[in-house]
């Protein structure tokens, strides 16, 4: 089975801009769930989909959206960007919803805002 | 709210010697634990989760929920254990989502 794919792999944009991530997960997983990680706050959740349905949500401001098709693939917007939004931007995929099935992890997006 | 204490930012063992990582926890109601694992230059991966009860690679956790801990343990350690380990808590009162701790990273010397 592939992995799970995460484009672009790396970002570079500036402050006030937004921006899109795409996330494939593996086949057959329903729920994808992003994280976003940075060396001062580690491992963050951002919100988990399922079946197209946002089915949790964490600590972040409304300028973190997401979305996912029909096909289970997401996408993560981050409108007006912030320095502090520099991260590695982590999607994970799991048959299930929730955190009770193993969760597959992506390679990231580094995502650097200048 | 839930939150995942790893007092150890890095663990430096010679090979062949005990190891042990050190998580602790704060959640109301029973969590669910799990110990995931980033060698370099590789994903994020799952390396155990408390309600299989098995050991993975020689290690091994167990949930002590009067101390509120989840400690990975591997009686001798091999350099290839070298890698990023990140305790992380799940439940219902958590929205089933994955809450990580701060990481440990472990140094396995020859």
């Known amino acids: 089975k592939a992995g799970v794919t995460q484009t672009p792999r790396y970002l570079i944009k500036t402050r006030g801009q937004q921006v899109t991530l795409s996330c494939s997960p593996i086949?057959?997983?329903?729920?994808v769930s992003w994280y976003q990680q940075t060396p001062g706050q580690g491992l963050q959740f951002l919100f988990e989909?399922?079946?197209?349905?946002q089915r949790n949500k964490g600590n972040f401001p409304g300028r973190f959206s997401g979305r996912q098709f029909s096909n289970s693939r997401s996408e993560m917007n981050v409108s007006t960007l912030e320095l502090g939004d520099s991260a590695l931007y982590l999607c994970a995929s799991s048959w299930g919803q929730g955190a009770i099935d193993t969760q597959y992890f992506g390679p990231g997006t580094r995502l650097t805002v200048l | 709210a839930q939150r995942v204490t790893q007092p150890e930012k890095l663990l430096s063992v010679f090979k062949g010697a005990p190891v042990e990582l050190k998580c602790n926890y704060s959640y109301s109601g029973s969590p669910e634990l799990f110990w995931y694992v980033q060698y370099s230059r590789q994903r994020l991966q799952l390396l155990l989760r408390?309600?299989s009860r098995e050991s993975i690679k020689g290690f091994t956790a167990d949930l002590n929920k009067g101390e509120t801990s989840f400690h990975l343990k591997k009686p001798f350690a091999q350099e290839e254990d070298s890698a990023m380990y990140y305790c992380a808590l799940s439940g219902r009162a958590a929205g089933n989502k994955l809450t990580f701790g701060g990481g440990t990273r472990v140094l396995v010397k020859p």
């Open positions: 989909y399922f079946s197209e349905t």
């Open positions: 086949s057959g997983h329903r729920s």
């Open positions: 408390h309600i």
